[in-house]
């Protein structure tokens, strides 16, 4: 298990300082959001910012925090098909080493029934994949369709409303926020609440960096704004 | 040789059956691309990622498919222009790994005759590079032209439509959709047809992540559509 | 210590040539921008890119070049916050290995005076946080203002100039230029030139690479523009 706050309490004892106290200390012990979806969010984090080394440390304390290895593996199948094959292929090998060393059996749902997705959206979804993707792409528009949408966020491993924080949590993280507003409006509509995404962007300002957050903090602005008192 | 295979199936059954199902199964075969350009695609989006240590996996692949040692050294070449010094240091690192392993010697044509560059094209880019970037800076205006483009580009190790689909990818991979009109329709002008960018896209989205595929996309339909019917 | 330039020659011997006679004889020979500041800026470029494997080369070169170990401990603190804490955490991880390697004993000045910031600019920043950012996290609002603004930016370990420096390359080094306004014109006020902003640009399109640096050069320009003729 590699423990990060040594490195810094050995270079100086400020950061040490802000880790413990601030980050610690103070933000993930907020209650507006729970430790197990902090540790879900930081995960994320971790894999998009290519550090599967430092992924064991956050994964163990996901499974501590609530998260049962069924949602962690599949958060990591999840965010394969939002930041890349390559990047989440190596986070899968830390889990690997993780559940051996807890003596976890990973199983997943397969054979169980596939979640029904609200079919208003769903066609709403569709038909502006089919303006804007299909045009250009046709194969990219069917996987879309078939593949992501119609396998993976069906799959009951983990609930939309995990689903659609990782997913908003991976375009902060990567710096994609103009495809904000159809996730976190699909994150709003899968029970996310407005605290939470407060929370979520004050979490992510310290492990994503402040810069990502700035950006997607205007997306959001805009987002909550419009729901508010959406345009007639 | 690291394979990422078996990392997924040991975490969960699903994400093996992507990659053995559909990515290796479907995305892999489609005529549509050509096994060495997939390759090419997918070699620059791992360097893109800085998964240098995947890199002897794909880089031994896209031997395997048909692209030379020459050009996959070039590849990583030009590439240090597009993604950094640093990121493509850690991938030459790879490549020497993977052509010891082959017994590989590898070789550039130093010394052969340099490419021409289409002059109306040329013209064009420079004039755009006084206008935006010399009164910026004078040196980086330099650099563009001398070393980048009056270099790099006219080097003979790696084909003009080679380098477009290279730096294409490389944009793409890090979310840098805003400077895609220049290099598709550059890349276009090389030789990719309308098809192949279709193929890449929904390869990438894969590899690369669907979020950043989705931007590319919405600029590529604008560029697309715009040599389809240019505005008089 | 790692050396990253055999890798480049034994793969094919033009990059070796571009990092010898180009990049280390000329870009970092230049006198518009100093060693010791073209070190802190590969240095931040290296952390942003996460190849903190290659930071004992660059951060024994920034001691070489007259940063001192101080200065280096505070630009990973600094940068924690503008990339993130999981990738500056294994920056510090190399950094303790550097000075262990050095017998360095870092310190830093607990205790001593904070810096105090310009209370007009401080003001104006303030009602900013609290016109965009509040409405959609108060707790970010204050994290902002307290943590990063009111404790990190007045730590003496590191001049303003130079945190105004890192967070520029930062921001450029992760593609989020859309937020360089507001630190380009914080960086000009701290002291930095233009003529060294454009050195700043050359040095980053080798070491970030080209499409980075390009949409940076686009917002520079505009900054730039506005403080030779600011709108009336």
């Known amino acids: 298990m590699q423990d990060i706050l040594p490195n810094f309490g050995e270079v100086s004892p400020r950061p040490a300082k802000y880790t413990e ?12 959001l729970s430790p197990r979806d902090r540790s879900l969010v930081t995960c ?4 998009a910012a290519n550090r599967a080394s430092d992924l064991q440390f956050y994964a163990g304390g996901a499974l501590d925090n609530g998260l049962t290895p069924r949602e962690l593996s599949e958060l990591v ?5 939002y930041l890349g ?4 292929g190596a986070a899968a090998g830390e889990l690997v080493a993780l559940y051996a060393e807890r003596r976890i059996e990973p199983h997943s749902t397969v054979g169980a029934p596939m979640l029904e997705l609200d079919p208003e ?3 709403r979804r569709r038909s502006s994949v089919e303006d804007f993707v299909a045009p250009v792409s046709r194969i990219l528009a069917d996987h879309t369709n078939d593949v992501l949408f119609g396998d993976v966020w069906r799959n009951p491993d ?6 659609s924080l990782a997913t908003v949590v991976a375009l902060i993280a990567i710096g994609q926020a103009e495809q904000m507003p159809f996730h976190l409006n699909r ?3 899968n029970g996310l609440s407005e605290s939470e995404i407060s929370e979520v962007l004050a979490h992510l300002a310290y492990y994503a960096g402040w810069p990502r957050v700035m950006s ?3 997306v959001a602005g805009k987002v909550l704004k419009e729901r508010r008192s959406p345009p007639r």
Chains 1, 2, 3 share one sequence.
């Open 77 to 81: 199948t999840h965010l394969s098909f």
């Open 121 to 123: 959206s769903e066609d």
């Open 187 to 189: 994150a709003m509509d």
């Open 85 to 88: 094959w390559t990047i989440c």
């Open 44 to 47: 994320a984090t971790v894999i």
């Open 216 to 218: 997607a903090c205007s």
């Open 21 to 32: 106290q601030v980050l610690f200390g103070e933000i993930w012990k907020r209650p507006g």
């Open 158 to 163: 983990l609930a939309p409303r995990d689903r």
